[in-house]
């Protein structure tokens, strides 16, 4: 069974960034596309951000673009969210996981088609 590890989650002002890092074990990282999503208290777990499996297609939510990057390092096993210019509506609990592409993560992520998760990490964005 594949263990999703999220880590670098944190308590950052307006305005900050941090960079997220979700490891994954086994030998499979690299044959799938990754995303990054977020569930706030009270509200459904959104997709914030997937990338392709040889990692040169991104997709972002509108509310992320320019301030959100997802890459990916396939030798390290890790995808990784680099957040900056944060906002109060940030705040949420970050996890990652896998489809075979893009559209298919999308798609899942619509349809709550993943079966497993991550513990996830906080996030929490407050002055």
């Known amino acids: 069974q594949v263990h999703l590890a999220e880590s670098g989650g944190g308590l950052v002002q307006p305005g900050g960034s941090l960079r997220l890092s979700c490891q994954v074990s086994g030998d499979i990282f690299s044959y799938y596309a990754w995303g990054w999503f977020r569930q706030a208290p009270g509200k459904e777990r959104e997709l914030v951000a997937a990338?392709?499996?040889?990692?040169?297609?991104?997709y972002y939510r509108d509310s992320v673009k320019g301030r959100f990057t997802i890459s990916r390092d396939n030798d390290k096993n890790t995808v990784y969210l680099q957040m900056n210019s944060l906002r109060p509506e940030d705040t949420a609990v970050y996890y990652c996981n896998s489809g075979d592409t893009i559209t298919q993560i999308r798609q899942k992520s619509s349809a709550g088609g993943f079966e497993s998760w991550g513990q996830g990490t906080q996030v929490t964005v407050s002055s």
């Open positions: 990338i392709s499996r040889p990692g040169g297609g991104t």
